[in-house]
């Protein structure tokens, strides 16, 4: 491979948010669901400019996955995007996905993850994939930004296709850690 | 009506709001909501919840935005509504006009042993949607006033935000099905046809 191919291949990775916002569509996604995180905010974005979809701001995450139940009963698929320390709201209410074996696609930005700065993102970052499996969620990571759009590819189908809650966690080593002017 | 504490009886209000009901979608808060619309009737356009303490709300505004042409109504308790009080806020501002949510206040956690909520203390739920701008709200304590809390449910131009005082004696109770894949099934099979099952 050469270094032209190398340099391509990288901007492409670096624009998975709007590749990420392509996937959405490609889905038929309608409701967007959301606590913001930094990590999404180029997604976020796509998506309020979007007329077709309904981009729902939230106030707690676990709204977002009873809004999920109510959008699939209706016939709507819906994702639920959030940061990892978001996760913890959300566990009671995934009682909802597999009571009904309802679709819940989730998008988590990690905090806390890979060089956090903040000592409080820890805890919640640290305890993300495990909290979610212990309720039932499918989960996979991507770590390396050209992994992102296959892999929350591969979890919005599963959800779908399978009837159950399924998260990507996008490290923070493909968002870059937060430092607050401290590098 | 009315109960002997003078309060409204909690299964009639229920009766009579669901009255020629249409193909209204009904989401019933766990406990007492779910038992007292499935002793008005069950079926499939009812989807009475067993737990996700806090969320009928937000069930109540997926399903009227993906629905916007049905209405959709959601019963629930006041300890069930304050544990998602927040959603009142996301509600007022996505505006669903066909979403109304009825909170039977008892003002009690009526299967835990009848501890009090916020609301025997004064927390005034219709203060707060109508704070949130909720643009239609009620506060419904007498018999006379039910009809037009029902009338307010069918004409749409929500959403509408109504807290009914009923008694706080515990009524027999009417357990709708436990089996979650069916309550859901059978609701989206009444909105979607038989496509519900075979669209992906």
Known sequence: MDQRTDESQTRAAADWPDGLYDLLKTHGIRQVALVPDAGHARLIRRCLADNEMRVVSLTTEEEGIALLQGAWLGGEKGVLLMQSSGVGNCINMLSLAIMHRTPMPMIVTMRGDFGEFNPAQVPMGNATQTVLEAMGTLVRRADRPEDVVPTVDATIRLAFNTFRPTATLIGQRVIGAKTFGKD | ???????????????????????????????????????????AENFPLWGGMGGAAMIGLGLALAQPARKVLVITGDGEMLMGVGSLATIAVQRPANLSIVVQ?????????????HTKHGVDLVGMAKSAGFPRTMLVTRPEEVPALRAAIHEGGGPLFAVAKVDASSLPLVLPPREGSYLQARMREAVLGPAAHHQL
């Open chain 2, 1 to 43: 009506m009315l109960a002997a504490s003078g309060k409204l009886d909690r299964r009639e209000l229920c009766r009579a709001l669901l009255d020629d009901r249409g193909d209204m979608l009904v989401i019933a808060g766990l406990g007492a909501p779910a038992w007292d619309i499935t002793a008005v009737g069950d079926r």
């Open chain 2, 105 to 117: 206040d008892n003002e009690h956690y009526g299967e835990t042993g009848m501890q009090e909520t």
